[in-house]
């Protein structure tokens, strides 16, 4: 894995951050917006997060721990992909972050450092953009 690899996308979402905050931690909301997933977890530092769902036919469970959480701030997780072996240097770390404006709009930005390769980089660039718009969808929606 290369750790100087990171990946770094934001979208600005016309609702305040408590909204944002609901979608990226309720797991109803994040089922609307993120490839159909099922997301478990009680979003409280150490405790498991783990990912199942479906994907070009084949099923899939991915797992992580919640590292650092501020409420309607910051959300930050370590994440293994499905397929990987099960050691440190494997996971991801991904982060959540809000910036509110004070005018009901909240920039969202997600990082996600540690990749394999180039190639499996630009992957997770290209879905993140998905996530995010669909999640701008969902906020926005309400």
Request: glycine content about 8%; some cysteine.
């Amino acid at each position: 894995m290369d750790k100087q690899l990171k990946l770094s996308e934001s979208i600005h979402i016309g609702a305040p951050a408590a909204r944002v905050w609901d979608a990226i931690t309720d797991k109803g909301k994040i089922k609307q917006y993120f490839f159909d997933t099922d997301v478990i977890s009680d979003w409280k530092v150490g405790s498991p997060v783990t990912w199942a769902g479906e994907w070009q036919g084949q099923r899939y469970e991915e797992k992580g721990a919640v590292l650092a959480v501020e409420k309607e701030k910051l959300l930050s997780f370590s994440y293994l992909s499905s397929g990987k072996e099960d050691k440190p240097e494997n996971y991801s770390t991904i982060v959540y972050k809000l910036d509110s404006n004070g005018n009901g709009e909240t920039e969202f930005t997600i990082t996600q450092e540690n990749f394999a390769d180039q190639e499996a980089c630009d992957h997770s660039k290209e879905n993140w953009r998905s996530v995010l718009a669909g999640l701008k969808k969902v906020v926005e929606g309400e």
